[in-house]
């Protein structure tokens, strides 16, 4: 069966919707994990896409979020703000200097409406904290 946490946490993200569950399952992605593992390097991500009929540009936004989204604290508004300030990737986001990564993401809220309330600098340094952290970084 599918595991909750992956219904939840696909169903949080940008352009999911029952027939891209269903085609990723079919090719034995069953978990937000399996998806990281198979499609974290541009050959993965093309092999999903091949095997599943699934645009390439949608399964490469679709990893982008969910591994995003293993930060505690980052949904999907989060992840797309991170994305409009040019953090596409835990890995990314763990080399990131918060002050820094703090001013890109008002910017970029300021030219993209990402998000009603920006992340403090606090909260942002706690989000890089967990991303040097993480084990898998793609």
């Known amino acids: ?28 992605i069953r978990s937000t ?7 974290g390097t541009g050959a993965g991500i093309l092999s999903i896409s091949l095997r599943s009929g699934v645009q390439r540009e949608r399964i490469e936004s679709l990893v982008t979020h969910v ?13 797309e703000l991170l994305e409009a300030a040019g953090v596409y990737s835990v890995w990314e986001l763990s080399a990131q200097d918060p002050l820094a990564l703090s001013d890109a993401l008002l910017e970029a809220n300021l030219l993209g409406k ?8 606090d909260r942002v340094a706690g989000w890089v904290r967990q991303a040097q952290s993480l084990q898998i970084g793609h």
């Open 1 to 28: 069966g599918i595991r909750e946490e992956w219904v939840a946490k696909l169903a949080d993200t940008q352009g999911f919707d029952t027939a891209l569950l269903k085609r990723l399952k079919e090719i034995g």
């Open 33 to 39: 994990r399996g998806l990281l593992e198979e499609g």
């Open 67 to 79: 591994d995003l989204m293993r930060i505690r604290g980052v949904g999907r508004d989060y992840a």
């Open 114 to 121: 990402v998000v009603e309330v920006v992340p403090s600098e």
